[in-house]
């Protein structure tokens, strides 16, 4: 079992920025390739990006390339989405996931392990 705590969240001004941090307390981080997603008021849930076990392969959905970085500190077990001219449609909650894989790979589904959410609202 790996419990995922996110943080970050709040409410921002549209062109503003958010860190989101993800923790993994107490697990071996970097056996686990680690993605964001996000659901918005009345939406399903969807892929935001992902980020390889290593750090070193990093994929994201169209909307947020350019915008949106995401990162990770396997030394403090945590890792990040890095968030810069946020827009209205950027309002969701979003939620880190992690997933055990083998290689050095930043899946886009499949995801075993789930944070809490924080949620993101970004005023007009």
């Known amino acids: 079992q790996v419990q995922l705590v996110d943080s970050g969240g709040g409410l921002v001004q549209a062109g503003g920025s958010l860190r989101l941090s993800c923790a993994a307390p107490?697990?071996?981080?970097?056996?686990?390739?680690m993605g964001w997603f996000r659901r918005a008021p009345g939406k399903q849930r969807v892929f935001v990006a992902a980020?390889?076990?290593?750090?070193?392969?990093?994929v994201y959905t169209d909307s947020v390339k350019w915008r949106f970085t995401i990162s990770r500190d396997n030394a403090k077990n945590t890792g990040y989405l890095q968030m810069n001219s946020l827009k209205p449609e950027d309002t969701a909650v979003y939620y880190c996931?992690?997933?055990?894989?083998?290689?050095?790979?930043?899946?886009?589904?499949?995801?075993?392990?789930w944070g809490q959410g924080t949620q993101v609202t970004v005023s007009s």
């Open positions: 996931a992690a997933k055990f894989t083998i290689g050095d790979i930043s899946p886009r589904w499949d995801y075993n392990y």
């Open positions: 980020v390889s076990r290593s750090g070193g392969i990093t």
């Open positions: 107490g697990r071996t981080f970097s056996n686990f390739a």
